[in-house]
T-cell receptor
C-alpha cells in the first residue's frame, strides 16, 4: 500500500532555532500534501495544504511566516518551524494524496517536536 | 463547514467486551466517512471507510455503517482485544479528500 514517511520522528530544539520536518511519499506521486498539528489528547488541526510548485494554502489562524512550507517535488514536502518557542511543541503529522488513485490521503507517522 | 462529534473517552473495557464508539457529523453534499486509529506515539492509520449512504465499512473486526438519516457513523466491534487499545478518530471529508476530524476517543482494553 501507499506509504508516507516523515522525518524525524522526534526532535528537541532550543528556543529561537528553526526545525525542518520532511514528508515523503515513498511509492506514489503527490501533488498535494497536508500538514496537521495535534495537541495532547486533542484532535488533528489542519494547518495548511501544500501544493507542488506553488504556494501553500494556510488555514485561518496559522502564521505562514512561522510555519514555512515548501513542496519542491512530487514526493517531498517540508515544514519548517521558524524561531521555535515552547508553545510550538506539539505532534506534527503530514498526509499525502496519490495523484494516480482516487482514494483518501495517507498519513505519515508524525513528528514529536519539543522546544526547550 | 463540516464537523464531527465523537463520544468523549476514555472508554475502558475488558477483553472480549463489545465496543461502540458513537460518531455523528454535519456536512454538505455527499461526504465520505472514515474511522482512523492512532496507536501511542504514531501517526494515523485508516481503519475503515464508507463512501455513500447505507454502506458498511469493515476491517479487523471493526465495522461502521453510514447512516444518512441520523448523520451517524458509529464504530463497533464484537470482541475487543488488548491490542485494540488506541485513540480512534471519526472523520468526514471536505472537498478534495481533506478530512475533518472529531476529537478522538481513547479506548483502553484490560486483560
Amino acid at each position: 500500500g501507499a506509504v508516507v514517511s516523515q522525518h524525524p520522528s522526534w526532535v528537541i530544539c532550543k528556543s529561537g532555532t528553526s526545525v525542518k520536518i520532511e514528508c515523503r511519499s515513498l511509492d506514489f506521486q503527490a501533488t498535494t500534501m497536508f500538514w496537521y498539528r495535534q495537541f495532547p489528547k486533542q484532535s488533528l488541526m489542519l494547518m495548511a495544504t501544500s501544493n507542488e510548485g506553488s504556494k501553500a494554502t494556510y488555514e485561518q489562524g496559522v502564521e505562514k511566516d512561522k510555519f514555512l512550507i515548501n513542496h519542491a517535488s512530487l514526493t517531498l514536502s517540508t515544514l519548517t518551524v521558524t524561531s521555535a518557542h515552547p508553545e510550538d511543541s506539539s505532534f506534527y503529522i503530514c498526509s499525502a494524496r496519490d495523484d494516480g488513485a482516487n482514494t483518501e490521503a495517507f498519513f505519515g507517522q508524525g513528528t514529536r517536536l519539543t522546544v526547550v | 463547514g463540516n464537523s464531527v462529534t465523537q463520544m468523549e473517552g476514555p472508554v475502558t473495557l475488558s477483553e472480549e467486551a463489545f465496543l461502540t464508539i458513537n460518531c455523528t457529523y454535519t456536512a454538505t453534499g455527499y461526504p465520505s466517512l472514515f474511522w482512523y486509529v492512532q496507536y501511542p506515539g504514531e501517526g494515523l492509520q485508516l481503519l475503515l471507510k464508507a463512501t455513500k449512504a447505507d454502506d458498511k465499512g469493515s476491517n479487523k473486526g471493526f465495522e461502521a455503517t453510514y447512516r444518512k438519516e441520523t448523520t451517524s457513523f458509529h464504530l463497533e466491534k464484537g470482541s475487543v482485544q488488548v491490542s485494540d487499545s488506541a485513540v480512534y478518530f471519526c472523520a468526514v471529508t471536505r472537498g478534495s479528500y481533506i478530512p475533518t476530524f472529531g476529537r478522538g476517543t481513547s479506548l483502553i482494553v484490560h486483560p
